[in-house]
């Protein structure tokens, strides 16, 4: 089987879509399929093994470039003649080329599965919505519609798709993660009195209410907490999110470290106690499932797809509000060492039930299968 997994940005700074495609990417080349991944230039792409690359510069092209449309779709068409793919795997939404690359594989018979990522949820589709209009009547309604299938992370995520209209052939795969190359260690965790050291890791971006946050330690005795954000994001935002916390006289309380990689993640993971993402949309978060397998206690929202932190006693899984972040994190400070241990390894259990990389592309390969035998 030969697949190309067409991805707009593969570098460091591209968040959850491009983790998904250096897990999936390396846990299918086990089941010896011949996997290309076709991506724009970056100044620093993930190192993705036993995969062959193929990048291009970002182009930033609308339907309006007509000249260089028509040379990239020709350029796109002569990679598909030679390469001859059984699947086309494009991953994300909005970028024209996208849309241009599937057209080119459609004009080739080429089985083409779609993998949203989470840019049809709600919180996404009201931001710079005009152009997001513009774009489903220009090109990516059509694309959408003919898809030969629909990968969601989420039973949530394809509900909010069907929702729109989008009945496609469809399979719910969650995100996984490689646990063989996350430290296997029992995390002590630091504990001075009721003090908690909380951790943010993910993009520092406005979805992913950091803001909230801080207004909600504002208002607890604060003293008690310690919370570490870490992430790359636009400077100008972060420097709001640092004025926030000096208004508000947390600077003592906030340390804001930038993006972590490898081992300095893990050790920043090892020295917390409880980790909290309160975004206001997500389609999986693999950083939630990082935390819970190293043995976390996780906090977040309702607008990810993580109910499993209730019901598997590893959580709190609550609608976004600075109320209900002042409640909770009032709840995590009451709460004894033993206690937040015990929630750490019913986390572990829960990503080792369902969330590892073998039991994620197992499923995909099979999905592979199926789409190419209809």
């Known amino acids: 089987m030969k697949v190309i997994h067409f991805i707009a940005s593969i570098d460091k700074t591209g968040g ?9 990417a390396e ?66 939404l909005w970028n024209y080329e996208n849309s241009l690359f599937q057209k080119a594989a459609k004009s080739l018979n080429i089985k083409v599965i779609l993998s949203p ?37 989420a039973l949530s995520e394809l509900e909010q ?7 496609n052939p469809s399979i719910v795969i969650p995100n996984g993660i490689d646990t063989n190359v996350i430290p296997q260690k029992k995390w002590k965790i630091n504990k001075e009195g009721k003090i908690k050291n909380l951790l943010f890791l993910s993009r520092v971006h406005p979805k992913k209410g950091i803001d909230l946050l801080i207004k909600a330690v504002s208002k607890l005795d604060n003293k008690y907490l310690r919370i570490t954000i870490a992430g790359n994001g636009e400077e100008g935002y972060i420097n709001e999110l640092k004025k926030l916390t000096k208004d508000l006289s947390l600077t003592d309380q906030f340390n804001f470290v ?31 499932a990082e935390a819970l397998h190293i043995g976390l206690p996780v906090i977040t ?41 015990e929630m750490g390894e019913n986390g572990k259990e829960l990503i080792k039930m369902k ?5 994620v592309t197992k499923a995909m390969f099979s999905f592979y299968n199926s789409c190419i035998s209809k």
């Open 16 to 24: 959850g879509t491009t983790a998904y495609m250096k897990i999936v």
């Open 27 to 92: 846990g299918l080349a086990k089941f010896n399929i011949n996997q290309i991944i076709i991506s724009g230039r970056s100044d620093n792409p993930v190192e993705i093994h036993g995969v062959k690359l193929k990048l291009f510069e970002s182009l930033g092209l609308t339907p309006f470039h007509r000249v260089r449309v028509k040379g990239l779709l020709k350029s796109y068409i002569s990679i598909l003649k030679l390469e001859k793919p059984d699947i086309i795997h494009i991953n994300g």
């Open 117 to 153: 990522h989470g840019m049809l949820e709600p919180y996404i589709l009201n931001r710079n919505s005009l152009k997001k209009k513009i774009a489903l009547f220009l090109y990516q309604k059509q694309s959408l519609q003919k898809v030969d299938a629909i990968h969601a992370t």
């Open 161 to 167: 798709i069907q929702s729109l209209g989008y009945h």
């Open 258 to 288: 930038g993006p972590l990689y490898g081992n300095k993640k893990w050790e920043l993971y090892g020295k917390s106690d409880v980790f909290i993402l309160p975004s206001y949309s997500e389609n999986f978060g693999i950083v939630i």
């Open 301 to 341: 929202t309702t607008g990810t797809p993580w109910k499993e932190l209730q019901t598997h006693h590893c959580g709190w899984w609550v609608d976004l509000s600075v109320s209900n972040l002042v409640s909770t994190l009032e709840e995590v400070i009451e709460l004894d060492n033993e206690l937040l241990q």
């Open 355 to 359: 969330y590892t990389v073998e039991s």
